[in-house]
């Protein structure tokens, strides 16, 4: 079982920027998020259900929601066990708690999830 840990949630104001990370650890073959598992960033406001931001396959393949293409860019460090995802120019449509998830096939999750970390735009 994987363990996933986000960080660098915070308070923005609205045209700023943040960069979440995603730090794995557990009982993969070698602890690594980079031998077989896609990845993904997926968001949840108050009263709406889970969506996919971004996700990342092994081999660097990038996928985007339409209302973050441009502004949002998810990356992987497999030597850190780390997925990334800068984030530009926000909106206060982009408040939400950001999640990361493991083994992402098709947009959704078929690993773990980590806690979560909130995501407020706001002047």
């Known amino acids: 079982q994987v363990q996933l840990v986000e960080s660098g949630g915070g308070l923005v104001q609205p045209g700023g920027s943040l960069t979440l990370s995603c730090t794995a650890s557990?009982?993969?073959?070698?602890?690594?998020?980079?031998?077989?598992?896609?990845m993904g960033w997926y968001r949840q406001a108050p009263g709406k259900p889970r969506e996919l931001v971004a996700d990342?396959?092994?081999?660097?393949?990038?996928k985007y929601a339409e209302s973050v293409k441009g502004r949002f860019t998810i990356s992987r460090d497999n030597a850190k066990n780390t997925v990334y995802l800068q984030m530009n120019s926000l909106k206060p449509e982009d408040t939400a708690v950001y999640y990361c998830?493991?083994?992402?096939?098709?947009?959704?999750?078929?690993?773990?999830w980590g806690q979560g970390t909130q995501v407020t735009v706001s002047a």
């Open positions: 998830g493991h083994d992402v096939r098709d947009g959704r999750v078929f690993g773990s």
């Open positions: 557990g009982s993969e073959p070698s602890g690594s998020i980079g031998l077989s598992n896609a």
């Open positions: 990342i396959a092994t081999s660097g393949l990038t």
